[in-house]
């Protein structure tokens, strides 16, 4: 299976007509909870493409926590080594949403955040039969390094989700130990100082990625598409491309990284090569933006290859 190693969150979702000033107590217009954090989100839609895998990480012991087992078990995630952690609360965001579209996301990191690299020893199980690994940056960066270093020494391929930045970057030690990366826009300007506006501009940003250790970047540039770049080009591929975004029509764009990731690590685990595999992902994170919510709005295998035949 593809290993995930992330957060498990339950996001609470709010409407609203426009945000509440201080002090103030507003109706909302509608209101749910569901499932997300990235790790979660990139599992399920992992799953939903019909590739097997696994999320390694922690809830808490609470409600929220058996809501969002029983989510990924029927999304059919592997939970073997989603530990529970009795010390933390289960990880959760408020999200408040405006009518123009703009969010304000509040973030309780919980049991995500609360173990160091001395937890590296109960996670690495999850990579004894792992093909790939998939992480984002929802947990304690030096209990990635350490995983991404066990990864290393037994030659998984880490792909690496940059997000959220956190304020003090990326360890050093994690942009060699990734394999690949995968920033946005916002995640390229904050690690590189580039803000990739096209294909030229995204290059030059994942030359500094390449510098810095990582193999092979991937630049998301949302609607604009994707550029990818790796130095170890293999069997006659292009070292670099840009593929276009597919026209959808986007109404939420929440969780279209997530679900790009989630087609590009599939399609590599399937042994696609990258501009293929790249070109997977952009039809999964055009899927992602035509329906509503995170985790929900993977599409799945049938619908991919509907839009890859054009
Ligand atoms: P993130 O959600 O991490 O900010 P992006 O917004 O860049 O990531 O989206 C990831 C990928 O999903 C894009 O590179 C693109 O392939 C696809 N995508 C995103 N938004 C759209 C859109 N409006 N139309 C078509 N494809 C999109």
Excluded at 108 to 117: P, Q
Excluded at 153 to 172: C, H, K, Q, T, Y
Aim: one cysteine or more.
């Amino acid at each position: 299976p593809i290993a995930v190693i992330g957060s498990t969150n339950i996001d609470f979702v709010v409407h609203v007509s426009r945000f509440p000033h201080p002090g103030e107590t507003l109706h909302v217009r509608t209101s749910a909870t569901g499932l997300g954090g990235k790790g979660a989100n990139q599992a399920v839609a992992v799953a939903k493409l019909g590739q097997a895998v696994e999320l390694a990480g922690w809830t808490g012991q609470d409600m929220l926590a058996d809501m969002a087992r029983t989510t990924l078990c029927k999304a059919g995630v592997g939970t073997r080594w989603l530990l529970t952690d009795a010390q933390s609360g289960t990880g959760r965001a408020f999200i408040t949403i405006n009518e123009a579209g703009q969010n304000q996301i509040l973030v309780d990191g919980g049991a995500n955040m609360a173990h160091g690299a001395e937890a590296c020893p109960q996670l690495s199980p999850v990579l004894a039969d792992a093909s790939m690994v998939m992480m984002q940056m929802e947990m304690d960066p030096a209990l990635l390094v350490a995983l991404a270093r066990q990864a290393r020494e037994r030659n998984i391929p880490v792909m690496l989700d940059p997000a959220p930045v956190p304020a003090s970057g990326l360890p050093d030690a994690l942009y060699a130990l990734a394999d690949i990366i995968t920033p946005n826009e916002n995640e390229t300007r904050d690690l590189t100082g580039i803000l990739p506006t096209d294909r030229a501009s995204a290059l030059r940003a994942a030359e500094i990625l390449h510098a810095r250790g990582t193999g092979t970047a991937i630049i998301k540039l949302g609607a604009r598409g994707v550029v990818y770049s790796t130095i170890r080009p293999t069997g006659g591929e292009d070292a670099q491309g840009f593929i276009p975004a597919f026209p959808v029509r986007a109404i939420d764009t929440v969780a279209a990284g997530d679900c790009f990731n989630a087609g590009l690590a599939t399609a590599l685990a399937q042994g696609q090569p990258l501009g293929m595999a790249v070109r997977h992902g952009a039809a999964c994170g055009a899927l992602a933006t035509t329906r509503a919510g995170a985790a929900q709005a993977a599409p799945d295998a049938a619908e991919v290859a509907a839009l890859l035949a054009g």
